[in-house]
């Protein structure tokens, strides 16, 4: 039995048995990462000794016949845009190449009390802005099912975490499909919660309105229990929502008989790789054949969906990004030689392009005599796009979309090329504008052997439908439990 390999209710439950120790595990999976990080770049610091002192934490508590939470023992990845007390939080960057955080985020609370063990934080693009990871200070992280390949960003470290089997769960962060399209990239499950349901306190900002922390898992009960652990009301965060969470592993067990799936025919149009389209429009048919109702219904604001969000996310990231300036914390370059330089040096030299052209483009949506003109009439169409999926939700129960337009692509492919890679977010950026759920599910492979994923959209707080919607499909098909060599 290789521990590396268990699911994560497999590890709990066996921790708790005493079948093997939490030490085990986290050896077993800081192996894992030792021979496949080389090659594969998903970890930026691997956090070996408070991993094995944490499991031997749990260890005890064992020993002693202490209660054990419901993730004990179990290996954890954390994008490195996420607060863990003493650890690195570099967001990619070089800006932030030391920086220590001096705090746990919501989330990590949250795992440390259910007895959680963090190996490592892993690759992103540089504050999250991108959509191959890429655009990292620290290089390009590759995709396990073919290494010349991108795994899909901005959490694609994350994802590759889970996907080469070294974690059976890895928190991304979700702003424009930054959860999604890595996971359906790499064959293995990300969800986008709900806005609100999963609490932003210590992740690192990027766009405040459309920011939102998830899993990745193998499995439908991994991502349903991650989900109990993690939501919540956070009082630190205002736009933490204060609604009881419900249990998501009891409501994804439920059949499909009469749910209405909505295929929106904005979403499969031409440019749509064929094998891409293929494969979701067999997903639908298995669900019909499981009792699951399917209709077309219209998107019709979709199309504005990218311009909106490359108007609204450099804004917010433009006034975000601000505090970064080399004065309190982080890079100082020592070539400055008055205060004024310092700062533009500090900037300079600290962010990389892709995180430059984003601030650049967001102080001029905001500046004088352009905000009514751009910014303004971007949220205008953002409520738009909101009320679509509103009308589409009084037809259907949920919606089936595909997740990227395109298989994963190879490395150096189209990082020249800005306008081409935004548009690898084409199919989920709506969701994060609506603000409502969104779960990429493993549902086909490519003609050159690369995992595709299927969307399921949800209205706001059904989570829990499409963790059954989700459950029910791979139950029927395994796609899910597919590894790359």
Request: aromatic fraction near 8%; glycine fraction near 8%; proline fraction near 5%.
């Amino acid at each position: 039995m290789s521990l590396n390999t268990l699911s994560a209710k497999d590890i709990s439950d066996g921790v708790k048995a005493k079948k093997f120790s939490a030490r085990e595990v986290a050896e077993a999976s800081l192996k894992a990462i030792h021979e496949s990080n080389g090659s594969l770049n998903a970890y930026l610091t691997v956090l070996k000794e408070t991993a094995l002192s944490a499991a031997d934490a749990v260890d005890k508590k064992a020993k002693e016949g202490s209660p054990l939470g419901r993730l004990a023992g179990v290996p954890v990845a954390i994008k490195d845009n996420m607060m863990i007390r003493g650890a690195k939080t570099t967001c990619g960057s070089k800006i932030l190449g030391d920086y220590i955080a001096p705090y746990d985020a919501f989330v990590i609370e949250r795992l440390r009390s259910a007895d959680a063990v963090f190996v490592g934080k892993t690759n992103m693009d540089e504050f999250a802005m991108g959509s191959s990871t890429e655009h990292s200070r620290f290089g390009a992280t590759r995709n396990p099912w073919n290494k010349d390949c991108i795994p899909g960003g901005s959490s694609g470290g994350s994802a590759v975490a889970v996907a080469a089997r070294t974690v059976p769960i890895a928190l991304g962060s979700d702003t424009g499909g930054s959860i999604r399209q890595p996971a359906s990239l790499c064959g293995v499950l990300g969800m986008k919660p709900t806005y609100g349901r999963v609490s932003r306190y210590g992740l690192v900002a990027f766009a405040s309105s459309l920011d939102q922390i998830g899993p990745f898992t193998h499995t439908v009960e991994d991502m349903a229990t991650t989900m109990e652990v993690i939501s919540g009301k956070d009082p630190r965060d205002s736009t933490s929502v204060d609604k009881e969470v419900p249990r998501f592993t009891d409501e994804m067990s439920q059949p499909l008989k009469g749910i209405r799936v909505g295929i929106p025919k904005e979403y499969f149009v031409s440019g749509l790789d064929a094998d891409v389209d293929k494969a979701v429009r067999e997903a639908a048919q298995v669900l019909k054949i499981l009792g699951a109702e399917l209709k077309e219904v219209s998107l019709p604001n979709s199309a504005a969906a990218v311009s909106v969000y490359y108007i609204l996310a450099p804004s917010e990231a433009s006034s975000n990004l601000a505090r970064f300036d080399g004065m309190r914390y982080g890079f100082r370059n020592p070539k400055a030689t008055h205060l004024i330089e310092q700062y533009g040096l500090n900037r300079q030299d600290g962010f990389g392009p892709e995180v430059k052209r984003r601030i650049m483009i967001g102080t001029y949506a905001l500046s004088s005599g352009y905000y009514d003109a751009y910014y303004s009439k971007a949220q205008k169409v953002r409520t738009l796009i909101k009320r679509d999926f509103v009308e589409a939700f009084k037809e259907v129960d949920v919606l089936l979309t595909p997740v990227s337009p395109t298989p994963a692509f190879k490395i150096g492919e189209k990082v020249d090329d800005p306008l081409t890679m935004y548009l690898s977010d084409i199919f989920t950026i709506p969701c994060n504008l609506a603000g409502i759920p969104g779960l990429s599910i493993p549902c086909g492979f490519s003609r050159n052997k690369l995992p595709i994923g299927a969307q399921l959209l949800g209205n706001f707080f059904q989570d829990g439908l499409l963790l059954r919607v989700a459950n029910a499909y791979l139950k029927e098909t395994k796609w899910n439990e597919k590894a790359p060599s």
